[in-house]
């Protein structure tokens, strides 16, 4: 499917919330994904990431994550400058300003015209905490949660990251994505959060593969391919799954001697 973009600024209560929408071009509804990024927002990497969704019958949006502390439009530079700034911001937005984000964009995703109300979640490194932690909204069908950062320390935010202890909370299916060579969720901390959604219950798949962190990031020396592509192929299968791929009428049949182009 071709897509188009476009964007809006959604009210939250810590300010307005630039976020970028991408949907295919064909008319009708489609399931709604929020894609939280990485620390650095919205980069190339997302708006690809974004856009290949969106071009599998996704209205996906995606927010600035951290709206109250950088200028609208702001991407945080892939080098060690970008990632201790995006860092610092990590942990000094409070954890209910995050739960806020994720509400305004699940209403608005919810009452747009272009989407079923089928909701999901996916996110990336921070992103992955913060679809974990948007699966809290009973709203949310699946969410494909890639080497989310932090759930294992709970190290989000201010005012205390709860998201292990309220994963009772969640109703929908989880996809779980793990590098085994990545350093910021080791294999201690990968068998905690796994013992824990084993105990409540909860139905998740769960992939780890021989990758570094950030292999997903078609930028960089950690981008590993082969796994991106099958690690994208295990999100679009849940979310087709779960979510529906939306009301398009399919197209009329060719007549004798027409060609389609």
């Known amino acids: 499917m071709i897509v188009q973009e476009e964007q809006s600024d959604l009210a939250t209560p810590s300010g307005p919330m630039r976020t970028y929408f991408v949907r295919p ?14 620390i650095f927002q919205r980069t190339g990497p997302v708006r690809r990431t974004a856009a290949l969704m969106a071009g599998h019958g996704f209205v996906v949006a995606v927010p600035e994550i951290f709206h ?77 949660c890639f080497y989310a950062t932090d759930i294992h320390k709970g190290s989000l935010g201010l005012g205390g990251d709860d998201s292990l202890a309220r994963s009772t909370g969640i109703r929908g299916e989880l996809l779980m994505v793990w590098g085994r060579q990545d350093p910021h969720v080791p294999a201690e901390g990968r068998a905690k959060i796994y013992a824990r959604l084993a105990e409540v219950g909860l139905q998740f798949t769960w992939h ?11 930028e960089g020396p950690r981008y590993d391919p082969a796994l991106a592509l099958t690690a994208y192929r295990l999100a679009i299968d849940l979310f087709h799954r779960k979510l529906g791929e939306g009301d398009l009428a399919a197209a009329p049949a060719a007549q004798p001697g027409e060609t389609r182009h």
């Open 68 to 144: 109250e502390l950088e200028a609208p439009g702001v991407e945080i530079a892939y080098d060690a400058a970008g990632a201790d700034r995006g860092n610092a911001h990590k942990v000094a937005k409070p954890v209910a300003a995050y739960d806020a984000d994720a509400r305004a964009v699940l209403d608005h995703l919810q009452a747009s015209p272009h989407c079923t109300g089928k909701l999901g979640a996916m996110g990336i490194c921070i992103g992955g905490h913060l679809s974990f932690r948007a699966s809290m909204d009973p709203r949310i069908l699946a969410a494909a």
């Open 208 to 218: 780890e593969f021989n990758a570094q962190h950030a292999f997903l990031r078609d």
């Open 25 to 38: 071009v064909a008319r009708g509804r489609y399931p709604g994904l929020v894609l939280f990024s990485e």
